[in-house]
């Protein structure tokens, strides 16, 4: 790998003493990450809306949320290899007025394939924006704070999580599904001029090539985090996309209480970002494994607790807290193991990852259909029990050789 900074390698100046406008530039990419995923969740809440209007099945529909995640898997390798030796701040932007023009594009959408199309924008988008943007944590603070800034970055990402699917719903029938993504497309217009005002120059870490991304793979630790993280990440969303079916039915909740649970979940998984770099900067791949033995332990003993409202609250709190410690702990884990390239890593991840979140709400949908609410949950949790043995085998090894 030829890049010539690491991931943590900042001016010196800034690795002394970060500036506030560094700090800034941070907040409003966590603001960035939070719009994009609250763009890729939104038509969850309003599927039925678009259905109708469109003339679509409610399954076609359903293709307004896979379509970003397939593109996103693509474009992340593709992006980082187009950039190139760009400065970041343009791409960073460029990929701003993408969501721009993704939510633009669908409040006017004559057709359903045209709608398609504006999620495709925003896919390639995601994948970009996840390649590209972890990094920066560590290259506008310094590398002293970089686990704090990459955490405030992922911290937008449970945000927009806990804003989506509420506010589809919410939203969707106060205003309209077109009213919504119109909505959405001011806020994004305010985040990308905030940063045109706030983010610095960023010259590339280095020219990236399709031979940077394979060599990522060449990695020992890279390997374990990607294979690792794509089980944990099937685990997780086969069970978090049917969370509110087992809300629901099991737990008996109306819609509206349903939808505050989800959001106390989301709120619990901010706090995991944030109340991470501590454990993580102590060892990354041992907070990642026993985040994964801990929510595969709690998703394996939700069925349990079908009829109680108030433990299944503190068991999806626990969940998320936990959950929003997994991504923090790969990607940063990922940025050490490609020190010399870390946008190649970060790039591997992101694609591996988007594709193993297709695979587990497919995989989830499987089991759900043909052996119920229960066995997806312990089989989600056993997934996620896996992927922690992973991690601490890969712990275990290293405090060997050590």
Known sequence: MTATRTAGTAAPA???????????????LAFAAGIIVTTEFLPVGFLPLVAGE???SLGTAGLLVLVPGLSAAVAAPLVIVAARRLDRRPVVIGLGALVLLSNALAAVAPSFGVLLIARVFLGIAIG???????PLGFRLVGRRAGTRATAIILAGLSAGTVIGLPAGQFFGALLGWRETFAAAATVTALIVAAECAVLPRIAAAGRMT?????GVLR???ARVIVVA???ATVGQFAASTFVTPYLLERVDLSSGVASLFFIGYGVAGIVGNLVGPRLVERDQMATF??????????LALLPALAGLPARVAVALAGWGVLWGLVPLALQTH???ATPNAPEAGSAVLISVLQLAIAIGAGLGGVVLDSAGLTALFVSAGATAVVASLLGFRATIRKGETS
Request: no cysteine.
């Open 334 to 336: 990922m940025l050490s």
């Open 128 to 134: 970009g924006f996840w390649a590209v943007v972890p």
């Open 229 to 231: 993280g794509t089980i």
């Open 219 to 221: 990695v020992p630790v």
């Open 289 to 298: 494994a026993g985040a994964a033995l801990a929510f595969g332990a709690v």
């Open 14 to 28: 800034t690795e002394r003493q970060p500036a506030r406008r560094s700090w800034f530039a941070v907040l409003v």
């Open 210 to 214: 399709f031979g940077h991304l394979r």
């Open 54 to 56: 469109l003339h679509v």
